[in-house]
T-cell receptor, first 113, second 108 residues
């Protein structure tokens, strides 16, 4: 199994507070991704990274920012959480070569009250 | 825009064969992938088709027709443990664009 962890696994917060989710990998893969999953929407890409300090927006990036200062860590920040950001967040990694397979972390369940 | 269409639910019996279809409209298409997800757990990779045709991996096969913007996942000899959600995803550069998923229920 790919070495990918997410923290925290569960979080409850209040509207307007900042929240940071962490994704950590031990595979030294270049590409990292953040998705959110909501009923009826499948998985939607928030942001992704193709190297240290190299990031780009996905389909649903409004209200989110990311940072990648080290290969192994990709942080997702909600500057001011809103109830619409209540979701399950998945991180994924992908190696450069191969069949575009992405390995997903276990997910973080975030509730914004 | 980009869109993928797949059925929301499919029900089949143990031992049967089931086909989950996926149609897509997108630019910058590299290939079509399929992922399985059990009860909100982490999605796991099943297959990837970059070229037209059938790819077989054990009981699972995946098909792609680029000219028809269409693909399917075929599951044979269904088992109870195959009950899960199945997502098709367009590979677009280094990104995946997912469909909304098909919930497969396997009955005894």
């Amino acid at each position: 199994d790919a070495g990918i962890t997410q923290s925290p696994r569960h979080k409850v917060t209040e509207t307007g507070t900042p929240v940071t989710l962490r994704c950590h990998q031990t595979e030294n893969h270049r590409y990292m991704y953040w998705y959110r999953q909501d009923p009826g929407h499948g998985l939607r890409l928030i942001h992704y990274s193709y190297g240290v300090k190299d990031t780009d927006k996905g389909e649903v990036s409004d209200g989110y920012s990311v940072s990648r200062s080290k290969t192994e860590d990709f942080l997702l920040t909600l500057e001011s959480a809103t109830s619409s950001q209540t979701s399950v967040y998945f991180c994924a990694i992908r190696e450069t070569s191969g069949n575009n397979e992405q390995f997903f972390g276990p997910g973080t369940r975030l509730t914004v009250l | 825009g980009q869109s993928l269409e797949q059925p929301s639910e499919v029900t089949a019996v143990e031992g049967a064969i089931v086909q989950i279809n996926c149609t897509y409209q997108t630019s910058g298409f590299y290939g079509l992938s399929w992922y399985q997800q059990h009860d909100g757990g982490a999605p796991t990779f099943l297959s990837y088709n970059a070229l037209d045709g059938l790819e077989e991996t054990g009981r699972f096969s995946s098909f792609l027709s680029r000219s028809d913007s269409y693909g399917y996942l075929l599951l044979q000899e269904l088992q109870m443990k195959d009950s899960a959600s199945y997502f098709c995803a367009v590979v677009q550069g280094g990104k995946l664009i997912f469909g909304q998923g098909t919930e497969l229920s396997v009955k005894p």
